[in-house]
Each structure stands twice: as C-alpha cells, then as structure tokens.
C-alpha cells in the first residue's frame, strides 16, 4: 500500500504562483510513476501532469503546459506541482496519484493510477 498525502493549495490571485505538494508513505518503492489530476465543481477529473519515477518523463495537460513544473525528490518521497500564472480556470481540488502497476503506462488516463491522495483545494480569486 501507498498513501498519499497533498498539501500547500490555498487561496491566491489571479496571476500568482503556488506549489502543491504530494508526500508519499508505505510501499513507495513499488511507486512507478507519479501524476497530478483535478477536479473543478460539477467538472469530470481531468489530467494535469505526471512524472515518471525513473528517468524524470514529464508529461503535462496543454491546459498548464508552459506555466508548470511537475517534480521529484526521490530522497523524500515527495512529488511537487509549481503552477504560474494561476487562473481562476485553475480553480479546483487538486489530486495526487501513484502507480505501481507494469504494463502500458498513458499518462493521462485516471485508471492507470493504483492510489489517491484525499486533494487539496486551489481557489484562484480574480
């Protein structure tokens, strides 16, 4: 078992930064790949960005592509989303997610992911 946990969402302006964080505990080393997701009210949850483990692949939704970095620190466990000039569309409960599973790895499909992090909310305020 992996569990999950993000921190750092928060209320912020429109055009600001913020850095969310996703701290991983338990079987992490089984952890193949690593990814963000969000869900906006009354929206279906939808990709944002994803790291492998091993090798670094970034891989990022064309909606934050350009303002954002996903990242790791394999020494803590820990995953970060730098996200740059917010915009009240970024507005959401963001969401960590693992894999531990092999086979066919697509980035950007929720089912593909073993373990959830409970989100963390990103209100961008114009």
């Known amino acids: 078992q992996v569990q999950l946990v993000e921190s750092g969402g928060g209320l912020v302006e429109a055009g600001n930064f913020l850095r969310l964080s996703c701290a991983a505990s338990?079987?992490?080393?089984?952890?193949?790949?690593m990814a963000w997701f969000r869900q906006a009210p009354g929206k279906e949850r939808e990709f944002v960005a994803a790291?492998?483990?091993?090798?670094?692949?970034?891989y990022y939704a064309e909606s934050v592509k350009g303002r954002s970095t996903i990242s790791r620190e394999n020494a803590k466990n820990t995953m970060y989303l730098q996200m740059n000039s917010l915009k009240r569309e970024d507005t959401a409960v963001y969401y960590c997610?693992?894999?531990?599973?092999?086979?066919?790895?697509?980035?950007?499909?929720?089912?593909?992911?073993?373990?959830w992090g409970q989100g963390t909310q990103v209100t961008v305020s114009s």
């Open positions: 338990g079987r992490t080393f089984s952890s193949l790949a």
């Open positions: 997610a693992a894999r531990s599973s092999r086979g066919v790895y697509l980035p950007f499909a929720r089912w593909v992911y073993d373990y």
């Open positions: 790291i492998k483990w091993s090798g670094g692949n970034t």
